[in-house]
């Protein structure tokens, strides 16, 4: 990490700060609130996922499988968001299941949002975009009117395909292409940046820009790309056939990706530095450059609001009511490709300063 003296990266961070104060899909607030945690050294992301409630059928995830289903309690989840941000997190993906299922979103969104916290809401099913809440009887305003008043920055949408039938049915969603579609339009009349989530799988690895020219097309604002594994963890469980895919098969996904970032054709928010990290991780582990930091930089809360290291692992860290900053001293990981802690640790690893931060961070997030 840098040295809190780095005059030269704190001017150019200024003028990242200006282009979203410009851009208004970041106040002046947050992008404080980041260059405050990063100088004091205490900058964490997190993801917190708030339900295991999930209208999709993914093969590729279990957590639709699971019983009971789970909502967190929202007087809690205040309280875990109030303890995120005292832990420096300064940005906080709501994650699930589906977190749109919870009928408590909009207040947790908003709860962020007080704190100068930048927020990202994961979403599988676009038809939970398209509803109203009901206010004294009556429908009230779509649900992303709501997150938009409320402080959301992304609304992130799974987009696995550039064919319309292979998502549906990957997703085991009738109708997906045409709701999301729909909600699409909506998201355009918000300040709601909006991403598709694109999963490396056997089925797009050799057309990945078959999916970046259609998600361009449907009028996503960024294209984040994550890479296929499996997870240890019991509470998230992660991987299935399509998902198996050789070594080599990934590479040559994450290759094309490199390649169209480089030609700058697709607004693509991975950077080229962290793929290849991943592509060195995944011909020898020990050739990766840069390790993760989950469990310090990154955390993965879930909705029993145990506090992990990432959602690959089953490691509790501990409860995030009683977890201290201490607790978050751990040594470095190099065991998995967990995209979004991998893409996100490289930025504290040594050989990068403020200056990357404030020019790559900010985009990725």
Excluded at 182 to 196: D, E, H, R, S
Aim: charged residues 25%; proline residues 3%.
């Amino acid at each position: 990490m840098c040295a809190a003296g780095d005059s030269g990266g704190m001017e150019i961070f200024m003028k990242y700060t200006d282009y979203f104060n410009s851009d208004k899909q970041m106040t002046s607030a947050k992008c404080k609130n980041i260059a405050k945690n990063y100088i004091s050294g205490r900058l964490r992301f997190a993801q917190f996922a708030i339900t295991n409630a999930c209208m999709a059928r993914c093969s590729f995830c279990d957590i639709w499988r699971q019983q009971p289903k789970v909502f967190v309690d929202k007087e809690k989840t205040l309280i875990a968001i109030d303890k995120l941000a005292d832990l420096g997190v300064s940005h906080l993906i709501f994650t699930g299941g589906d977190p749109l299922n919870h009928k408590d979103t909009v207040a947790f969104v908003e709860r962020a949002a007080q704190h100068n916290i930048h927020t990202m809401v994961l979403n599988a099913a676009p038809r939970l975009l398209l509803r109203r809440l009901v206010k004294n009887y009556r429908p009230d305003e779509y649900i992303v009117k709501q997150l938009d008043n409320a402080g959301c920055d992304i609304i992130a949408i799974s987009f696995d395909s550039g064919d319309p039938e292979t998502m549906e049915e990957q997703r085991q969603l009738p109708n997906l292409m045409a709701e999301m579609t729909q909600a699409m339009k909506i998201l355009k009349t918000t300040n709601i940046k909006t991403a598709a989530c694109v999963l490396i799988w056997d089925d797009n690895y050799d057309k990945i820009e078959d999916v970046c020219e259609r998600a361009t097309n449907m009028g996503f604002d960024l294209i984040c790309f994550n890479y296929p594994t499996f997870s240890n963890s019991e509470v998230y469980p992660l991987g299935g056939k399509w998902v198996s895919l050789s070594n080599e098969n990934v590479i040559t996904g994450l290759k094309k990706v490199i390649q169209l970032k480089k030609e700058k054709k697709y607004n693509i928010v991975n950077e080229i530095s962290s793929m290849e990290n991943i592509i060195n991780y995944l011909q020898d582990p020990a050739s990766a450059k840069f390790s993760c930091y989950g469990g310090q930089r990154t955390l993965f809360v879930d909705w029993f609001f145990d506090v992990h290291p990432c959602m690959q692992v089953p490691d509790t860290i501990g409860n995030i009511f009683t977890l201290e900053e201490k607790d978050l001293v751990r040594p470095h990981c190099n065991e998995c490709n967990m995209s979004w802690f991998r893409d996100l640790s490289m930025y504290f690893n040594d050989g990068h300063s403020i200056s990357d931060v404030a020019s790559s961070v900010l985009k990725l997030i």
